[in-house]
C-alpha cells in the first residue's frame, strides 16, 4: 500500500546549479550563465494552490517509451528516445549522447482548461497535457538513480532533477482531480512517490558579478531557453539589458508565449551580474509583451504590456474599460487590481510598469493599468513629460505628466508601423525603429512629421537582429543596439549587441564592440585561399580586401557534408552584401529571419578595408553563427541551421586580400 501525504515540505535546501551546455554536449566554448543559485525551498506564503510530488526513479537506457510512474488524471513521468534532428519546441537535441542519441525525460500534467478561456473554446476537449522535459545528457550522469521533483504553483510548472530545475512551462488551468487528497494503491512496477503542497524557491545568496566576457551570443541556463524582445538603457553609471526570457520557440503556456522580463546588467562591459526576473510570471492570466526601460523622477522603470487577450476574450479583460474612457473623455483611466482582477472585476490587460526600489534592480510591480496598448514604448520628453508610442492593439503618440496618467493622444497615426517601435535622440538626429522591419529618421530642425523613411530608401540598420532596442552607453557618446537572432526556433534566439556608428548625415552603421570579441585561445594561423577549420569549434576570422571599381568577395563557408554550405558575397560596384541569393530589405528581404538576405548602401569601401569574421557554433544553436563586420561600419549576421563549418574558401574578382588569419576562440 502506497499512501501521499500532506505534509508540507520545510527549509528544504536545493541546490540549482546552472549547467553550461559544454558539460552535456562537449562543445568548446558554450556559454556558462552568470549566476549560481542557492536556494530554500519552502511553502509558499500566499494562498496558491499547488502540489509538488518527490520520487525517486532509477533511470536506464530506453529502448522503448517507457511510463516510469502514472497517476491516472493528474501526471505521469516517461522516458523515451527523441529524434536527433527533431529541434522542435524543446530543443532536446541541444544535450545528445557521446553516440549520438538523444534519450529524454519528459512529465506531463492533466489540465482543465478554464470555460471562460480562449483556448478552451477552440479545443476539441477541455483538457489538455502540459509537458515539460529535458534530455538525460544535460545530467552529470544521466543514468542511475535520481530525484525528481515535479512542482505546480498555478503559475509554473516545474521538474527538477537532483536538485537543479531542468524545465518549466506555464500554466492555464487546473488539475481535474486535487492531488493532495490523493490516496490509492500502489500500481506494481510504480516507483513510491510523495505529493506535499507545493513548495518554492528562495535563493539564499544574491547573483554577483561574473567577469567572464562572453555576454555576445548568450542565451539562458537550459536547453529550450533563449531571449527574446530585448529593451536596454543606461542609468547612474550601468548598461541594463531586460530581455524577454522564452522557452521553446513562443510555445510556452500552450502556445500563447509565456513570456517575462529577465534581467542583465554591466558597468563595464567585462563584468555582467544576471538579477532576479525584473517581472516574473506569477499569475495564470499573464504572458508579458514587449515594452521599456525609463527613468522617471530619477526613477528606473520598466513599461510592459500583459498579453492577456491571447487567453481570454476582450469582454471579460480591463480593455474595453480603457477603451470606453477614452471615448468618452479623450483620455486613459488608471486601473488597479489584485492578483486576479480589477477593481470592477475583470482580469488585467494591457500596459502597466514595474518600478526598482534601489536603482538598480528589485523590481516591484505597479498593479495598474494605465493603457490598452500591449507593447508600451515609454521615454521621457525633452519637456520632462512621459510619451508612449502604443503598439499591439493600440497606435500613436501619447502624453503624460505621471506613470499613471491620464494619457492623452497628440497623433494617432504616428509612427506609421512596426510593432515593438524603440525611440531614441542621438546629436542633431531622432531616430525611430519598429520591430523587424521600420527606420525612421529626423533633422531636429525638421518639422516634428518630417521623418524619412530610411527603410524604404535603402539606408536602414536592420543586419539579422530582430526587435533592435537602441540605447546610450556611458558619457562619452557611444550608443549600442541590442537584439535577438532567429534559429530553428522560429521565435528568440542568443542575445548579440553592437555598436553604433553615426555619419555625418545622420546615417547610422553597426560594428562590433571591442569589450565583447570573443577570447582568443591558441595562435593565430595564417590563412590561404581554402582553409580547414575543426567543424563545431569556433572562430575569428580576419581578412583585408584590396578592391578595384568592380570588385568582388567571395566566401564560402562549407561542411565536409556538401549539401550544408553558406556562401557570402560582397560586391563593390553594387555597395551590396548578401548571403547566398537573399535579397534587401527594401527589395522584399527579410533580414530578422537571419538565414539569406542582403544589405545595401555600404560605406567605406573605396580603399583597403577589414573583413571580420565571428564563427559561433554550439549543439543549443543546432548550426552556426556567421557574423561579420565590412569596413568597421556595418555588420550583418546569419544562422545557418544544421551547418559545421569545415573549411573556408575565399575568391576575389577584380580585387584581392592583403592578409587573411585565422583564430580558435571560447
Given amino acids: 500500500?502506497?499512501?501521499?501525504?500532506k505534509t508540507c515540505i520545510h527549509a528544504v535546501r536545493l541546490t540549482l546549479f546552472c549547467f553550461a551546455l559544454s558539460a552535456c554536449t562537449g562543445n568548446r566554448g558554450s556559454w556558462v550563465s552568470l549566476r549560481t543559485d542557492t536556494y530554500t525551498l519552502t511553502?509558499?506564503?500566499?494562498?496558491?494552490?499547488?502540489?509538488s510530488l518527490t520520487t525517486r526513479l532509477d533511470i536506464t537506457p530506453p529502448t522503448a517509451d517507457t511510463t516510469l510512474l502514472s497517476i491516472p488524471g493528474l501526471l505521469s513521468i516517461t522516458l523515451r528516445q527523441h529524434d536527433p534532428a527533431d529541434a522542435r519546441r524543446q530543443n532536446y537535441p541541444a544535450c545528445p549522447m557521446p553516440d549520438g542519441t538523444v534519450p529524454v525525460l519528459e512529465a506531463s500534467l492533466t489540465l482543465l482548461l478554464p470555460d471562460s478561456s480562449t483556448?478552451?473554446?477552440?479545443?476539441?476537449?477541455?483538457?489538455r497535457q502540459m509537458c515539460i522535459g529535458l534530455p538525460l545528457a544535460a545530467l552529470r550522469q544521466p543514468y542511475g538513480a535520481h530525484t525528481i521533483v515535479l512542482n505546480y504553483t498555478e503559475a509554473t510548472w516545474d521538474i527538477y532533477v537532483d536538485g537543479r530545475l531542468m524545465d518549466r512551462d506555464y500554466p492555464i488551468g487546473q488539475p481535474p482531480v486535487d492531488p493532495l487528497t490523493l490516496t490509492q494503491d500502489s500500481v506494481e512496477g510504480t516507483p513510491a512517490y510523495t505529493i506535499s503542497a507545493a513548495v518554492?524557491?528562495?535563493?539564499?545568496?544574491?547573483?554577483t558579478p561574473n567577469p567572464c566576457r562572453q555576454i555576445q551570443y548568450f542565451t539562458p541556463t537550459g536547453h529550450n531557453t533563449w531571449v527574446g524582445d530585448v529593451a536596454t538603457i543606461w542609468h547612474d553609471g550601468r548598461y541594463h539589458v531586460f530581455y524577454l526570457l522564452d522557452r521553446r520557440g513562443h510555445e510556452s503556456k500552450f502556445g500563447q508565449g509565456g513570456h517575462y522580463f529577465e534581467h542583465l546588467s554591466t558597468t563595464d562591459l567585462r563584468h555582467w551580474t544576471e538579477h532576479e526576473a525584473a517581472a516574473p510570471i506569477e499569475q495564470q492570466w499573464e504572458t508579458l509583451g514587449t515594452g521599456t526601460p525609463f527613468i522617471h523622477h530619477d526613477t528606473l522603470c520598466l513599461s510592459y504590456g500583459m498579453h492577456t487577450s491571447r487567453l481570454y476574450p476582450d469582454s471579460l479583460t480591463a480593455t474595453p474599460t480603457q477603451w470606453l474612457h477614452i471615448?468618452?473623455?479623450?483620455?486613459?483611466?488608471?486601473?488597479?487590481?489584485?492578483?486576479?482582477?480589477?477593481?470592477?472585476?475583470?482580469?488585467?490587460?494591457?500596459?502597466?510598469?514595474?518600478?526598482?526600489t534601489d536603482g538598480i534592480a528589485r523590481f516591484r510591480k505597479s498593479h495598474r493599468i494605465i493603457h490598452p496598448a500591449e507593447n508600451p514604448t515609454i521615454y521621457t520628453d525633452q519637456d520632462g513629460n512621459l510619451r508612449m508610442l502604443a503598439n499591439y492593439r493600440a497606435q500613436g503618440t501619447w502624453v503624460s505628466p505621471r506613470i499613471d496618467g491620464p494619457w492623452t493622444c497628440l497623433s494617432p497615426d504616428f509612427p506609421p508601423g512596426g510593432d515593438c517601435t524603440f525611440i531614441f535622440t542621438w546629436n542633431d538626429y531622432e531616430y525611430i525603429v519598429g520591430g523587424f522591419t521600420h527606420h525612421w529618421m529626423r533633422h531636429r530642425n525638421e518639422p516634428a512629421q518630417a521623418w524619412h523613411d530610411l527603410a524604404g530608401e535603402g539606408r536602414d540598420l536592420y543586419d539579422g537582429l530582430s526587435v533592435p532596442s537602441i540605447s546610450q552607453f556611458g558619457t562619452n557618446g557611444r550608443h549600442f543596439l541590442a537584439g535577438w537572432v532567429e534559429t530553428n526556433q522560429h521565435w528568440g534566439g542568443p542575445l548579440v549587441i553592437r555598436e553604433l556608428i553615426q555619419h555625418p548625415d545622420g546615417i547610422l552603421g553597426t560594428r562590433f564592440i571591442p569589450e565583447l570579441m570573443p577570447v582568443p585561445i591558441g595562435k593565430k594561423q595564417k590563412g590561404t585561399e581554402a582553409t580547414r577549420l575543426i567543424p563545431g569549434r569556433n572562430y575569428l576570422v580576419t581578412l583585408k580586401a584590396k578592391p578595384q571599381r568592380n570588385g568582388i568577395l567571395t566566401i564560402d563557408f562549407a561542411s565536409d557534408d556538401t549539401t550544408q554550405t553558406c556562401r557570402w558575397?560582397?560586391?563593390?560596384?553594387?555597395?551590396?552584401?548578401?548571403?547566398?541569393?537573399g535579397k534587401t530589405l527594401r527589395d522584399g528581404g527579410a533580414p530578422h529571419k537571419a538565414t539569406d538576405y542582403a544589405i545595401e548602401n555600404l560605406r567605406g569601401l573605396d580603399r583597403t578595408f577589414p573583413v571580420r569574421i565571428i564563427l559561433r557554433s554550439e549543439p543549443k544553436l543546432g548550426g552556426t553563427l556567421v557574423d561579420i563586420e565590412i569596413a568597421s561600419q556595418r555588420t550583418m549576421i546569419s544562422h545557418r541551421a544544421g551547418l559545421r563549418i569545415s573549411h573556408i574558401d575565399i575568391r576575389h574578382d577584380n580585387m584581392e586580400t592583403t592578409s587573411f588569419t585565422t583564430q580558435e576562440t571560447l
Fill in 43 to 51: 511553502q509558499p506564503r500566499d494562498d496558491r494552490r499547488g502540489f
Fill in 119 to 127: 483556448l478552451a473554446r477552440q479545443a476539441p476537449s477541455p483538457q
Fill in 1 to 5: 500500500m502506497k499512501t501521499t501525504t
Fill in 327 to 356: 471615448r468618452n473623455h479623450g483620455t486613459t483611466v488608471t486601473q488597479t487590481f489584485d492578483h486576479q482582477h480589477t477593481t470592477d472585476g475583470r482580469i488585467p490587460s494591457g500596459a502597466t510598469y514595474s518600478i526598482s
Fill in 569 to 581: 558575397t560582397l560586391d563593390i560596384a553594387k555597395k551590396t552584401a548578401r548571403f547566398a541569393d
Fill in 200 to 207: 518554492e524557491p528562495q535563493p539564499l545568496d544574491p547573483p
